[in-house]
């Protein structure tokens, strides 16, 4: 009967409006959880078998073809004085065009309007080749607002890539030696960073060897938090965390210690997502828009390529817009670098906000990607590359344990028990998210760009529907799910469904929670849990995989936050489908941050 309700509804929904057609399928779910629960299926009572498909096969990815895009980039900047500001200083620079094997940036048009104007506007370039123009208003106004502007043809070409570069490298210019150097930053010359370089390079012949072999172990055993407690190098080896920041340092030190000559990139990324087909459906990628920071790596036969080593090797996408090189992350400070003196007696900062804009006046993609049997568990993209190098396999995680059915009767749910993506930062106002101010002499002070980004899928629109895994590796009976929203208006009702796996992907429904209202959720700006019910008969549940999805009705807008790569669950546990269709092919390159409350056996 619940079968043919289903064939009826697929040729009605679409003659019905929108609201009208959730309706409906909400009266669906709940009738097909019901009949599902009264035939006698229940967690609790049978033994799960788990299968482990989410580990076969790696998660490298070659990918060919190309992506180019014309944009239109914006930058607008507000920036009210502090009590007892005596001279206000902006800084910015002006992105250059550049070129390389698989990534071209060209500029154009580039402007800057400054409101009022400045005292003196002037520019120069540093040691890295960075043009800076420096805004000084003496006795500033209450309030500056200045707009960067310029074209930018943005192309990435993934095609085959040949290197015979041998490792070590026989010989760097001497331009090139600066990228070799340790810092505060980049403490090349660290013992732990030395060790580790050391095992990572062992056995290697060639510097592209080298490279792929620092990226794996990064990109499995870094994971991405915003904001870190600090941005260096050594913090991301020792706590295994860290922004975009921590990333690039990380990856820099290890291969600056190998003799490999890295700089630091800091650029914009755009929101805009991509997708890359695939022999089992499509994987998207998406950036949050703001400011970013990544690697360039230098070859002897290629020049400069770029790598975002928290998921690409020797590309980046034509999302990121490159703005500024140099050593580190302290060196490359003055696009969005504002400095101010005041009278000692005052205490109060400027404030400054950002915001980020591009529209795509062209934008045509072509990517397809192969899964390759070699390299991390996590996301990492690469094109064809021709040189001599070792497949490293990792090996993957091991399956949750099997618990047989009269160990079940055993149990006893006496142990709290918190699980899941759990850091983000929470009640966070992004529009205007500032760095801390630093002393740079008497009365004088600065503050530099920072990196927190909002990183958010919008999931109660387009009639889409998005789904998380989480997997357990011990029996739990489950309270709770919370996830990162933020509410930014309109009204209904929100949920989740709690669903088996099905070979990777959300099967079955096994329970729905209690409905939470819009009304309910804060309107204050930022991301914060909202915890969602699973009643009074708490489902328990045996170790393996489980899907959470979010589901609404009415007319709610809400965001939920996410983490680049993948921090604790598998490479494509992050899925997304049409509301009308029945595979959740749609795999996303990120991961939704929820956690999972309820109590487990001790």
């Not at 010359?189 to 060897?209: C, K, M, P, W, Y």
């Not at 055993?221 to 921590?246: F, I, M, W």
């Not at 400054?352 to 062209?362: D, I, K, M, N, R």
């Not at 489980?546 to 490479?571: C, D, E, H, Q, R």
Request: glycine letters at 6%; a positive charge.
């Amino acid at each position: 009967m619940i079968d043919f309700c289903c064939l009826l509804l697929t040729a009605y929904l679409p003659l019905k409006p929108a609201v009208e057609r959730m309706r409906l399928l909400l009266m669906l779910r709940v009738l097909r959880i019901e009949i599902t629960a009264r035939r006698g299926i229940n967690c609790a009572t049978f033994v799960f078998v788990f299968l482990w498909s989410l580990a076969c096969l790696a998660e490298n990815y070659v990918v060919v073809g190309q992506m180019q895009s014309q944009i239109r980039y914006e930058l607008q900047q507000r920036v009210t004085r502090g009590t007892g500001t005596e001279r206000l200083e902006l800084h910015f620079v002006v992105p250059q065009s550049f070129d390389s094997p698989t990534y071209r940036q060209e500029v154009q048009n580039f402007k800057l309007d400054l409101s009022p104007s400045p005292l003196q506007k002037k520019r120069s370039r540093d040691a890295q080749g960075n043009l800076i123009v420096s805004a000084i208003w003496n006795r500033p106004p209450r309030e500056i607002a200045t707009t960067v502007s310029f074209d930018a043809s943005m192309q990435t070409k993934l095609r085959r890539i040949q290197t015979e570069a041998p490792f070590p490298l026989e010989r760097v210019p001497p331009e090139i030696e600066p990228y070799l150097v340790a810092t505060r930053q980049v403490q090349v010359d660290h013992a732990e960073i030395r060790q580790l370089a050391s095992q990572l390079s062992e056995g290697v012949n060639t510097e592209f060897d080298a490279v792929q072999r620092v990226l794996t172990w990064l990109v499995d055993n870094v994971r991405y938090v915003t904001p870190p407690e600090k941005y260096d190098a050594l913090y991301a080896l020792q706590s295994h965390k860290g922004n975009c920041q921590n990333f690039s340092h990380l990856s820099a030190a290890l291969m600056r210690a190998l003799g490999i000559p890295v700089r630091i990139v800091n650029g914009v990324t755009l929101n805009r997502p991509y997708h890359i087909n695939r022999q089992d459906g499509v994987l998207t990628f998406k950036m949050g828009q703001g400011r970013h920071s990544w690697i360039e790596v230098w070859f002897p036969q290629l020049g400069w390529v770029p790598f975002d080593p928290q998921q690409t090797e020797l590309f980046v996408s034509n999302r990121f817009v490159r703005v500024e090189v140099g050593i580190d992350n302290e060196e490359t400070i003055n696009d969005g670098l504002l400095r101010w003196t005041q009278a000692s007696s005052n205490k109060g900062r400027p404030r400054l906000q950002e915001t980020f804009s591009a529209e795509f006046v062209s934008d045509q993609i072509a990517l397809q990607g192969k899964r390759q049997t070699y390299g991390p568990r996590n996301l990492l993209l690469t094109p064809k590359v021709v040189a001599a190098f070792k497949e490293v396999k990792v090996p993957p995680p091991p399956p949750p344990p099997v618990i047989s059915e009269p160990e079940q009767r055993k149990l006893r749910f006496t142990v709290p028990f918190v699980f899941g993506n759990l850091e983000f930062p929470e009640n966070v106002d992004f529009s205007f998210s500032q760095s801390q101010a630093s002393t740079s002499g008497d009365n004088r002070f600065q503050m530099t760009r920072n990196f927190v980004v909002e990183t958010a899928e919008y999931v109660t629109t387009k009639l889409t529907q998005y789904a998380q895994v989480f997997v357990l590796q011990k029996p739990l009976k489950l309270n709770n799910v919370g996830l990162a929203l933020h509410k930014f208006g309109g009204d209904g009702l929100l949920w989740v469904e709690l669903l088996a796996d099905n070979h990777g992907k959300p099967g079955t429904p096994i329970r729905t929670s209690d409905f939470v209202k819009l009304e309910q959720l804060s309107d204050k700006p930022g991301y914060r849990w909202v915890d969602f019910d699973f009643g009074r008969d708490r489902p328990v549940l045996m170790p393996g995989n489980y899907w959470i999805a979010l589901g609404f009705t009415g007319s709610p807008i809400v965001n939920w936050y996410f983490t680049y790569g993948k921090p604790v669950g598998p490479a494509e546990g992050t899925r997304y489908k049409g509301v009308y269709q029945a595979d959740w092919s749609g795999a996303l390159s990120y991961e939704f941050n929820y956690r999972v409350m309820g109590l487990t056996d001790e």
